[in-house]
């Protein structure tokens, strides 16, 4: 049984970082990339950033400009994000998503505010 299990959202002030995490389970994980994507409030899923299977190559969307990484340790069978320098426009539910079975996680909740 897949899972993907998002951890690591909640408030945070504007300027200020969060980790999320992504455990993964039920599938071999070193042989598949690994996405975040997120949700903000009455918009579409969008993409935040990608990783290669191995962990060499990763893409991010326009809009991080620098302030996200993205990473992952095969050992733990884990995705990271490490995010930095949030704005309220980061406020969203971030999701955990594998091209394995095109399985995505329940979401976390991060929100960006005073």
């Known amino acids: 049984q897949v899972q993907l299990v998002e951890s690591g959202g909640g408030l945070v002030q504007p300027g200020g970082s969060l980790r999320l995490s992504c455990a993964a389970s039920g599938f071999t994980f070193n042989n598949y990339a690994m996405h975040w994507y997120r949700q903000p409030p009455g918009k579409e899923r969008e993409l935040v950033a990608a990783i290669s299977s191995g962990g060499l190559s990763t893409t991010y969307a326009n809009f991080i400009k620098g302030r996200f990484t993205i990473s992952r340790d095969n050992a733990k069978n884990t995705v990271y994000l490490q995010m930095n320098s949030l704005k309220p426009e980061d406020t969203a539910v971030y999701y955990c998503?594998?091209?394995?079975?095109?399985?995505w996680g329940q979401g976390t909740q991060v929100t960006v505010s005073s």
């Open positions: 998503y594998t091209s394995y079975m095109r399985y």
